[in-house]
């Protein structure tokens, strides 16, 4: 896939609207291509900027439904909206609100009032993205060496953890900081080659959602999809747990279960 094209699929690819074919091409390639990777990161961070920041607003149920019938008689060749709206007095306050309105129904869906776990969820992303492109080339290091090394880094305790095993390789341990939280980040690289991103930080401070859980086994995770690629967020001990995968649902939650009974 070239340039031009996969820069075409980045917004599609952060809003998880891709076909997983198309979606998979994509992350190759901006695995191996850093201006692209670069602006997959700014797109995720513009967006989870805007999620965070913009003021969001529920339609009120009567007149969502009004538009809603509106649309769908213009789409039958109807008069259709342009009609209803010729048909009603409008200021400019209530027009702009109406407008806005639109844009937040668009595709049927409206954002969660200033979701704390939006930014946080993309800088994490576009973290995992750059530990990738990173460590594509290294060599596996000494598991205990350097989770000893990453010890030494961050004042906090992560241990025990998953150090690889037979069909899981651990690539690379660092200190990242996400939005202003010091986190270890532990990766992990399959013999797919797909990536795999642990980040552990103080629990104090983060909120987990109570909605979107994921079951496996005993347990329920946070589960997202956010650029394409499947998020867990859970608590345990005393420390917040966000798990990153290019894997897919099922095999995301394999990796979590390593990560989860390695503890």
């Not at 529920?58 to 010729?86: E, Y």
């Not at 001990?237 to 290019?246: F, P, T, V």
């Amino acid at each position: 896939m070239e340039c031009a094209e996969a820069r075409e699929h980045l917004s599609d690819l952060n809003r998880g609207r891709l076909e997983p074919g198309t979606a998979e091409a994509v992350r190759a390639h901006v695995g191996q291509c850093a201006p692209c990777a670069a602006a997959l990161q700014r797109e995720a961070e513009v967006r989870a900027l805007i999620q965070a920041r913009a003021p969001r607003y529920a339609a009120p149920p009567a007149l969502r439904s009004r538009i809603q019938a509106a649309m769908a008689q213009d789409a039958f060749g109807g008069p259709g909206w342009r009609a209803w709206l010729r048909g009603h007095p409008w200021t400019i306050g209530s027009l702009a609100g109406a407008v806005a309105v639109l844009l937040l129904v668009w595709g049927g869906t409206l954002w969660v009032v200033r979701d704390p776990v939006s930014r946080l969820a993309a800088r994490a992303v576009a973290e995992h993205v750059e530990y990738a492109r990173q460590t594509m080339d290294r060599s596996v290091p000494d598991p205990l060496a350097l989770v000893r090394e990453l010890r030494s880094q961050v004042d906090f305790s992560f241990e025990p953890i998953f150090r690889g095993d037979s069909q899981v390789q651990l690539v690379a341990g660092l200190v990242s900081d996400l939005l202003g939280k010091r986190a270890a980040a532990f990766v992990y690289r399959d013999g797919s080659g797909r990536y795999t991103t642990l980040f552990l930080m103080p629990e104090a401070g983060t909120t987990i959602p109570a909605e979107n859980r994921m079951p496996i086994e005993t347990f329920k995770p946070h589960h997202r999809v956010t650029s394409g690629r499947h998020l867990l967020l859970w608590k345990q001990r005393d420390l917040a747990c966000l798990l990153i995968s290019d894997l897919d649902e099922a095999g995301m939650a394999a990796m979590f279960l390593k990560v989860r009974k390695a503890s």
